[in-house]
C-alpha cells in the first residue's frame, strides 16, 4: 500500500522514507515520537504514542531512511490524515542491501519532473554562450562544479520551503533560467530590460545557490551542516567565487566579478531575508525577482498535490501562512468559466 491510497479508518501496511523526527514528552513524563514520512509525492505525519529513551535514539539517527510500517491507524487530523501507531513493535528500520535497489531512500524521494540530462544539457547551452562574453565566468562555474558542486544535479534547494526534493537545486536553476531567457533573449524576441546583461544573469542564476550543497545534506537527510549553520549559502559561494579566481589566475576586483559577486549577495532581495545587500543593479533586482517568484510558484505547485480543485488548502507559512486556493481547471489546463 502507498501513502497515496490513504483512507481514513484503514490501516496502512508499506514503506515509506522518514524524513523527520520529533522526541516529545507527554505530561505524564512518558516519550512520544512525532515522524514525517514519505513516499514519492505524498508527505504525511506519523505518530508513535510510545518510544523508549533509546528507541528516540534510534529514530532520530534512521533518518534518510526507509521504514517499513505495518497496521497503522489512519485518521484525519486538522483537515489531514495521519498513521498512528502504539509503540516501535511495528515499525522496522530497512537496512539497504547493495543488490536490493527496492530499499534504496532514493525510490521514496520526490523527484524534479526534468530528468538531470535535460537540465545537465541545458546548463552547457547557457555555458556556453556565457563563455562567449565572460570566459571567466566559464572557469569559475567550472572551477566550483568539479572541487564542490559535484552532486548539484542531485541536492535539494531547500530543507522543506521549495524545491526541496531530489534535483531540486538544479530544477529550481533550469526554471530560473528558462525564465530569464523568456524575458531577455534576443532570439525568441526584443529584450524587455535594455540594461540587463543576459549572460552575467546567467552565470549568478547557476551560481546564486550552489552553496546549498554544503550547507545542508542530501535529499534523503536535509538538515543543515556545521558549516552551513555557522555561515550561509550565500557567503560560502562568495568564498567559492574568491577561490576560483586566486586559483585561476582572475582579477577577483575586476569589474564583471564584483558585479556577479553583488548579484549573488543580493539574491534574497532583502537583509531581513538574509542578504547582506539589497539589490543596487538592474541585473541582481531581476535575478532576486526571479528567483522569488520560482520558489514562490514551487510553494503553490507543492500544495495542490494533495488538494481537489475548488477548494482552499492548509496554512502555508513560505506563502505568508496564507490558504492556498486550487482553481477548477478543465482537461486541457484551462480556467473553468461560467
Known sequence: MQLKDLKAGVRFTGKALLKEVQIKRKKDGDLFAHLQIQDGHHLNHMMVWKVTEQ????????????????DADVNPFNDQLQLT??????IKVVERQNDDKSTWSGTYLVHAPVSSKVMRDYFQKQLKEIKKVYPEFDIIINY?????????LAHPAAKSM???????????????????????NPKIGKPLYHHVDINMD????????????????????PDYTILGTLSSHITICFDWI??????????????????LRHII???????EWGSPVVPATEDAMLVHLIDLMDSHMEMFEEAYVDQDANTLGN????????TPFKKPENPDGSLKRD
Open 315 to 322: 496554512r502555508n507559512f513560505g506563502l505568508q501562512n496564507v
Open 162 to 184: 521549495h524545491h526541496s526534493f531530489l534535483g531540486g537545486l538544479a530544477y529550481h536553476e533550469y526554471r530560473m533560467l528558462k525564465d530569464l531567457n523568456r524575458l531577455q
Open 85 to 90: 501507531v502504539n509503540d516501535m513493535k511495528n
Open 144 to 152: 566550483i562544479m568539479k572541487h564542490y558542486a559535484h552532486d548539484f
Open 202 to 221: 546567467r552565470a549568478a542564476i547557476i551560481l546564486h545557490d550552489i552553496g546549498k550543497t554544503k550547507e545542508m545534506g542530501t535529499a534523503e537527510n
Open 265 to 271: 549577495l543580493a539574491h534574497h532581495g532583502r537583509k
Open 242 to 259: 574568491k577561490e576560483a579566481c586566486d586559483q585561476n589566475g582572475i582579477d577577483s576586483h575586476q569589474e564583471s566579478i564584483e558585479l
Open 55 to 70: 528507541q528516540g535514539i534510534q529514530l532520530s539517527s534512521a533518518k534518510g531512511k526507509v521504514l517499513a510500517i505495518k
